[in-house]
Nanobody
Framework: QVQLVESGGGSVQSGGSLRLSCAASGATYSVSRMAWFRQAPGKEREGVAAIINDDRTAYADSVKGRFTISRDKPKTTLYLLMNSLKPEDTAMYYC????????????????????WGQGTQVTVPS
């Protein structure tokens, strides 16, 4: 079991920045990948950014060049630095981890992720 708790959300003006954090506890040694997802009202949950054990990363096209995912080496804290925020970034942001064998092609898909946090709201008013 892995427990995840996100923090750092809030309301920020367009063009501003926020850094989200996700504290992981429990069986973090079993984690093969960590990721951030988001879900806006009326929309499907989408993968934003992911990082695997060798620190390779993947990003959704909509956030490339603006968002940066990182983590500490013990895999106990995951971060998402969000710059140049836009109104369309408004959503509930979720931290997720997977203990399943690594698969690059599903890195930003929600299905392989076993454990999820409760979410933190990010609002960028238009």
């Amino acid at each position: 079991q892995v427990q995840l708790v996100e923090s750092g959300g809030g309301s920020v003006q367009s063009g501003g920045s926020l850094r989200l954090s996700c504290a992981a506890s429990g069986a973090t040694y079993s984690v093969s990948r960590m990721a951030w997802f988001r879900q806006a009202p009326g929309k499907e949950r989408e993968g934003v950014a992911a990082i695997i054990n060798d620190d390779r990363t993947a990003y959704a096209d909509s956030v490339k060049g603006r968002f940066t995912i990182s983590r500490d080496k013990p895999k106990t804290t995951l971060y998402l630095l969000m710059n140049s925020l836009k109104p369309e970034d408004t959503a509930m942001y979720y931290c997720a981890v997977s203990t399943r064998p690594f698969d690059w092609w599903s890195l930003l898909q929600p299905a392989p992720y076993d454990y999820w946090g409760q979410g933190t709201q990010v609002t960028v008013p238009s």
